[in-house]
């Protein structure tokens, strides 16, 4: 009986070693060391295997950075999990000083989004601005803004790494008092003065508009009903 030693990374099969040759290995005990070889396609595929890569993924070994790419949707659990997993562990690999994530995208679609930040979009949803005169705000109304645009900025931020566009409406309500006219300006105007008032602060997407018709039909005068209201829109 004969006898092969030496070294065997465990990413390669004795039956890798024998392909092409004629040898009866019926006759041979193998006794190998393991070890990590540094060849550039071993490490690529040492690297595939441990990192259980999916299939949907390139990988790409030079310079001793790994470099993956393609796409990945969190509409399939299983490869957003292992995307989640890779982005946020610090891991070694032989031969390999950097895994590169750069080209990998990350397809999110828009009912995983909205959901994700559900809490997020309903804090700029529920602000509404109060009015005592067309473009005067009631007594504490103002600091209303400084959350507002912690707000839009953030949402501005997460919608920048995705492939949809958002909007703000920004509705201006009045009673029924005055003229039907002249109500239309006011709710203008109030929508227009928040607008303004955001924009002094940052670069966002709005849009301002009166709405359609008086928000509290009565007949007396509502103070509550002199307002501007918000509504994020993604799509």
Do not use: M
Request: glycine residues 4%; charged residues 25%.
């Amino acid at each position: 009986k004969r006898w092969i030693k030496g070294l065997q990374d465990p990413i390669v099969s004795i039956q890798a070693l024998n392909d092409g040759s004629d040898i009866d290995t019926s006759h041979i005990d193998y006794r190998f060391s393991s070890y990590q070889s540094l060849e550039s396609e071993i490490v690529r595929d040492r690297a595939v295997k441990l990192l259980r890569i999916p299939a949907s993924i390139k990988s790409v070994y030079e310079n001793n950075v790994l470099f993956l790419s393609g796409e990945i949707s969190d509409s399939d659990a299983q490869d957003l999990a292992w995307y989640n997993g890779i982005t946020a562990s610090n891991i070694y690999l032989a031969g390999v000083d950097r895994i590169d994530l750069n080209d990998i995208k990350l397809e999110r679609t828009l009912g995983s989004f909205l959901s994700d930040n559900q809490q997020l979009i309903s804090d700029i949803n529920k602000t509404v601005f109060y009015f005592n005169r067309a473009d005067e705000l009631q007594v504490g109304e103002e600091s209303k803004f400084v959350p507002l645009l912690v707000h839009l900025e953030k949402l501005k931020a997460l919608i920048s790494n995705t492939q949809w566009r958002y909007s703000i409406n920004i509705t201006g309500h009045s009673d029924v008092s005055g003229d039907p006219e002249r109500n239309r300006i006011v709710r203008l105007a109030r929508a227009n003065y928040v607008k303004s008032n955001i924009l002094n602060k940052g670069a966002f997407n709005l849009e301002s508009k009166a709405s359609t018709g008086e928000s509290f039909r009565a007949s007396h005068i509502d103070y509550k009903s002199r307002k501007v209201t918000l509504q994020v829109i993604i799509q």
